[in-house]
Antibody
Framework: EVQLVESGGGLVQPGGSLRLSCAAS????????MHWVRQAPGKGLVWVSR????????SYADSVKGRFTISRDNAKNTLYLQMNSLRAEDTAVYYC??????????????????WGQGTLVTVSS | SSELTQDPAVSVALGQTVRITCQGD??????ASWYQQKPGQAPVLVIY???NRPSGIPDRFSGSSSGNTASLTITGAQAEDEADYYC?????????????FGTGTKVTVL
C-alpha cells in the first residue's frame, strides 16, 4: 500500500525557518517525481515545488522561489521541503504528492495519484 | 505562468448530472487531472488523462477535453459527491517544469 506521511509542521515566527518531511512507503520512491502542494485556510490548492526522481532537477512556484528548497533522500525514502524567510502568507497545510505520467498519441497527462494527509504550517508572531 | 479557471460553485439535485469545467491555455498541451477534496481531507484523484478513473472511483465520474477546456461530469450525483473539485495540469507557458491548479469548484448536492 502506497503511503505518504508528512511531518515537521508547526508554528513559526515571520522570517523563521522550518523543514517539512514526507516519508514514503509501499512503492519504489526513487522512480518517481515528487511534489509539494499547499492550501491556505479556506483557500484552494496551490502547487509549490517539484523534484525529479534522482534529485537533479527542481522547480518552484514564483511565490516561493529563492526561499524554499525541495530535496530528497532516496536511501531514506523521504522528501523534504526546507522553508526559509517564512511569511504570514505561507501559512497553509502542506501536502506531498506523487506524480505519475501517462503518454498518449495526442497529449501527455501528468497527475498526482497519491497524496499525504498534510501538515499545517502557521507563520505568526 | 498559466492559469486554470473554474466556476466557483455549482449545485445539482440528487441523482442528476452536473458538469464542471476548467479553462486554460495549458490544456491545449496537457490533459487535465481532477481532484475531489472533502473538508479536512487530502485531495483524491478522480480523473486523469483523456478519461481515466483510478481504481475505486465510481464510474459516474467521467472526463472530457476540447481545445482549452476540460470537463468533469458526475452522472447521477450522490450525496457523498458534495465536495470541492480542482483541475490541474502542467504549465505550458514559459516554464514547462511548473504545474498549476484550477481555482476550484464547490459542488453542492441538493
Amino acid at each position: 500500500e502506497v503511503q505518504l506521511v508528512e511531518s515537521g509542521g508547526g508554528l513559526v515566527q515571520p522570517g523563521g525557518s522550518l523543514r517539512l518531511s514526507c516519508a514514503a512507503s509501499g512503492f519504489t520512491f526513487s522512480s518517481y517525481w515528487m511534489h509539494w502542494v499547499r492550501q491556505a485556510p479556506g483557500k484552494g490548492l496551490v502547487w509549490v515545488s517539484r523534484i525529479n526522481s534522482d534529485g537533479s532537477s527542481t522547480s518552484y512556484a514564483d511565490s516561493v522561489k529563492g526561499r524554499f528548497t525541495i530535496s530528497r533522500d532516496n536511501a531514506k525514502n523521504t522528501l523534504y521541503l526546507q522553508m526559509n524567510s517564512l511569511r504570514a502568507e505561507d501559512t497553509a497545510v502542506y501536502y506531498c504528492a506523487r506524480e505519475e505520467v501517462m503518454t498518449t498519441v495526442t497529449l501527455r497527462a501528468h497527475y498526482f495519484d497519491y497524496w499525504g494527509q498534510g501538515t499545517l504550517v502557521t507563520v505568526s508572531s | 505562468s498559466s492559469e486554470l479557471t473554474q466556476d466557483p460553485a455549482v449545485s445539482v439535485a440528487l441523482g442528476q448530472t452536473v458538469r464542471i469545467t476548467c479553462q486554460g491555455d495549458s490544456l491545449r498541451s496537457y490533459y487535465a487531472s481532477w481532484y475531489q477534496q472533502k473538508p479536512g481531507q487530502a485531495p483524491v484523484l478522480v480523473i486523469y488523462g483523456k478519461n481515466n478513473r483510478p481504481s475505486g472511483i465510481p464510474d459516474r465520474f467521467s472526463g472530457s477535453s476540447s481545445g482549452n477546456t476540460a470537463s468533469l461530469t458526475i452522472t447521477g450525483a450522490q450525496a457523498e459527491d458534495e465536495a470541492d473539485y480542482y483541475c490541474n495540469s502542467r504549465d505550458s507557458s514559459g516554464n514547462h517544469h511548473n504545474y498549476v491548479f484550477g481555482t476550484g469548484t464547490k459542488v453542492t448536492v441538493l
